[in-house]
């Protein structure tokens, strides 16, 4: 399912996050995407960015999504959004996660709007 306007893209992430479906999660991405799992620790290479992504999906707990703002010019694009993940983890401890995302996005024809540069913690 491809994501077709800019303001979808974050929403689109949360979905596929809330139903574990890590292929989904990878299909939102360039083939060269730049994945930042914690301020400053830039990763990229679909090996790297699925592992860390594996790491947040084994939190095994919601993410909460809210669309501040998003920003277009042509096909390529700012979003900025607020994230939460909240609960008890696997081992029993509080897990309390929160960010604003500075994430770019292009889009093209075929595969609709996909992370450049994902950045949940961009305000870090």
């Known amino acids: 399912m491809t994501v ?20 989904g999660l990878m299909a939102l991405n360039v083939d060269d995407v730049v ?10 290479g679909p ?5 860390a992504l594996e790491q ?3 939190l095994n707990l919601p993410i909460t999504m809210n669309v501040r703002h998003v ?4 096909d390529t694009g700012l979003a900025i959004a607020d994230w939460t993940i909240v609960g008890t983890g696997p081992d029993g401890s509080e897990i309390d996660l929160a960010g604003t ?4 996005a292009v889009c093209d024809e075929q595969h609709g709007w996909r ?5 949940p913690f961009g305000t870090a």
Do not use: K
């Open 47 to 51: 090996a790297a960015v699925r592992g």
């Open 71 to 74: 920003f277009q010019s042509g």
């Open 115 to 119: 992370y450049v540069v994902d950045n």
């Open 56 to 58: 947040f999906l084994g």
């Open 35 to 44: 994945f930042v799992p914690a301020p400053g620790t830039p990763v990229t």
């Open 101 to 104: 995302t500075a994430d770019v």
């Open 4 to 23: 077709t306007a800019l303001d979808q893209l974050n929403l689109a992430f949360a979905d596929r996050f809330n139903a574990r479906d890590l292929d």
